[in-house]
């Protein structure tokens, strides 16, 4: 990659090494087998919109804190900015510019009318309590209220945020407007416009994909194991879906550790556990385990369903699971996806398997635009047959083309989104 393409901060993080680094070797991949020239790349690698603002957050002792936020927006080529908000301690600028990026390939693969955004704020949730979580959320919403919107940029949780997060986001907007307006966020409370079978959509996209792809290797779910490493909304749906397809998820985990069952875990106990308690940890119907020694455990699926670079040079080659299934967003880096490939591993990228998630966002948009609300099954039915026909075209586009999954998904999602800027024309 020559980095005269690229902007200041992206051309660093590009010599470097993180999820953006990652994200702009992934793009310079795709423009190379596309044939694209040098313009058309430095479009594509830029953010169309970065916004960094202060959160001035009044504590409950009294006492003043002044946060950072982000929101930026990467491509609106194919319609409105869409992507989640992350509270986190490690949120910084260039993990949301690399998460804007890749949202805007997840929505082109999908074909969902969408570009991508990601937004975040540098906190750890664990240390505020509901009330200055609540004005914090208010307070940034309102700092980027003029960038968002149904038609123009669309928020929704991601780690560290959840559907009480975008209620209070879609109040703030709301009330800035003057009227109620369903469609600023999704990933809401059903109570206020949410869509049946958004909470529970990204995991049980990652789980339609898993088994399509333990099918393709020739595993059927009964008799095969597998391991999770995270617990939240994306990793807990996950291994819930995966126990009742059959498959015995033998180890979990989240970032305070993990637990270890021979035959399978009780999911919905350990969920009831994880309520309890905030952890996985201390789950009686399993034995403690080793949290660095889940991804090298010897099942048939891995799914990483935490955070990005879990994946990485110096573990890749302990990986012995046929098939890797990306929960998380950037979870493997790309020296790690070249060990995994040499090893035979099938390693289906996050653009693919995690994108249930915004395939509902996108059908609970729909549905609060038009205030018409569809039935469980309808959603389910519609998610199932999306994520199955993306899983469809990246096989053939990897067959075709002799390229990996996540190749052959980030070349069909950046020449979707070049296509669209180019039919578009560039103005003035
Ligand atoms: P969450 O905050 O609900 O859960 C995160 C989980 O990961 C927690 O159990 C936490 O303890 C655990 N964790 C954190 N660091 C860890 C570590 N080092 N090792 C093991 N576990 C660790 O977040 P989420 O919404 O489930 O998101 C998880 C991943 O999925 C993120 O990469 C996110 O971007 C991605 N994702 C989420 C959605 C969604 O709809 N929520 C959609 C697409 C992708």
């Not at 909304?233 to 126990?243: D, N, P, S, T």
């Not at 990986?319 to 591993?345: C, K, Q, S």
Request: net charge negative; proline share 5%; glycine share 12%.
């Amino acid at each position: 990659m020559t980095t005269d393409v690229l902007a200041p901060a992206a051309a660093e993080a590009a010599e470097g090494t993180g999820p953006l680094a990652d994200a702009q070797a992934q793009l310079s991949a795709a423009v190379a087998a596309l044939g694209y020239e040098t313009g058309l790349h430095r479009l594509l690698a830029r953010p169309r919109r970065e916004m960094t603002v202060s959160i001035p957050l009044r504590r409950d002792d009294g006492s003043v804190e002044v946060l950072t936020g982000h929101r930026v927006q990467h491509n609106f080529s194919r319609g409105p900015a869409k992507g989640g908000l992350r509270y986190s301690p490690a949120v910084d600028l260039d993990e949301v510019r690399a998460l804007a990026m890749w949202m805007t390939w997840k929505c082109a693969l999908l074909d969902v009318p969408y570009g991508g955004a990601k937004g975040g704020i540098t906190i750890d949730p664990r240390n505020y309590s509901r009330g200055e979580l609540e004005r914090v959320t208010r307070r940034y919403t309102s700092e980027i209220l003029p960038i968002i919107g149904p038609e123009r940029d669309i928020p929704a949780p991601d780690i560290g945020t959840d559907e009480q997060t975008m209620a209070w986001m879609m109040d703030t907007y709301s009330v800035s407007v003057g009227y109620t307006v369903p469609g600023v966020v999704t990933g809401k409370p059903v109570s206020v416009g949410g869509s049946l079978g958004r909470s529970s959509a990204t995991s049980q996209g990652v789980v339609h994909i898993a088994l399509a792809a333990l099918a393709h290797r020739g595993i059927a779910p009964a008799g095969a194991t597998a391991a999770v490493q995270g617990f939240g909304k994306v990793g807990a749906g996950a291994a819930q879906f995966l126990a009742e397809a059959g498959v015995e998820v033998v180890a979990v985990s989240d970032q305070y550790g993990a637990v270890h069952r021979t035959g399978g875990l009780d999911v919905t106990a350990l969920q009831r556990h994880v309520a309890a308690t905030g952890s996985v940890v201390g789950f009686g119907g399993a034995d403690p385990f080793p949290a660095e020694r889940l991804l090298g455990l010897d099942v048939h699926l891995l799914v990483p369903a935490a955070v990005e670079g879990v994946l990485h040079a110096g573990n890749a080659a302990e990986v012995t699971a046929e098939v890797v299934v990306e929960g998380a967003n950037g979870p493997t880096t790309g020296a790690a996806d070249e060990i995994l490939a040499a090893n035979g591993v099938l390693v289906v990228p996050d653009i693919l398997a995690n994108a249930g998630g915004v395939i509902v966002s996108y059908f609970e948009w729909v549905q609060s635009n038009q205030a018409y609300w569809w039935s469980a099954a309808e959603v389910d039915a519609r998610l199932e047959a999306r994520m199955l026909a993306a899983w469809e075209k990246v096989l053939a586009v990897a067959a075709e083309r002799g390229l990996s999954l996540r190749e052959a998904a980030t070349v069909t999602a950046v020449q979707r989104v070049a296509d669209a800027h180019l039919t578009r024309g560039l103005y003035p």
